[in-house]
């Protein structure tokens, strides 16, 4: 049997990316790293009340993602995460110290412009785009874009299909 090494999360970033030197950066190779952290909240039962339990994780993004994603990733930004674990190790003055870090696969942004305080009415938020309101108008991009159907519209089927 195979080993399973997959973890999927959906929490806040807790500060701007590009806000500190070890948050994003070129390593040797030239590939781009991002490190973030976010916060993921989870409510459980204590007796007769819910609490909210708070949990931080610590991301790394690389390459091309890592790049176009920079503009977007500002605190209190929704994202989802998929990628796996990595355990790194090491000694310091004779202690053994150990981080387990998440590594990123893909990165999806959610909500919209206005999901936090920080980029609420800003120009420079991720883009949004919205479904068709009805298949008469595609108003999801804005700015009158219109999809030219490809071939056939299926109109022209027969009423009784033969499977």
């Known amino acids: 049997m195979t ?20 948050s994003f950066g070129y390593v040797g190779n030239g590939q781009a790293r991002a490190n973030v952290s976010i916060a993921v909240n989870r409510s459980k039962k204590n007796g007769d009340q819910w609490v909210e339990e708070v ?7 690389w390459g091309k993602t890592a790049e176009n994603l920079k503009p977007y990733l500002t605190k209190g930004k929704q ?5 796996h674990l990595k355990q790194d190790r090491w000694e310091k003055d004779g202690q053994k110290q150990s981080r387990v870090t998440i590594v990123a696969d893909q990165v999806q942004l959610l909500g919209g412009r206005g999901d936090n305080s920080q980029s609420s009415g800003s120009a420079g938020g991720a883009p949004r785009f919205q479904p068709a309101s009805n298949a008469g108008q595609n108003s999801g991009f804005g700015g009158g874009y219109s999809s ?14 033969p499977f």
């Not at 997959?6 to 970033?13: A, D, P, S, T, W």
């Not at 949990?55 to 993004?61: K, L, R, V």
């Open 3 to 22: 080993d399973l090494n997959h973890v999927v999360l959906i929490g806040r970033l807790t500060q701007d990316l590009g806000s500190d030197e070890r």
């Open 55 to 61: 949990n931080y994780f610590n991301i790394t993004i």
């Open 79 to 83: 994202i989802c995460v998929e990628g």
């Open 148 to 161: 030219e159907p490809y071939g056939d519209t299926g109109s022209d089927f027969p009423e009784d299909i």
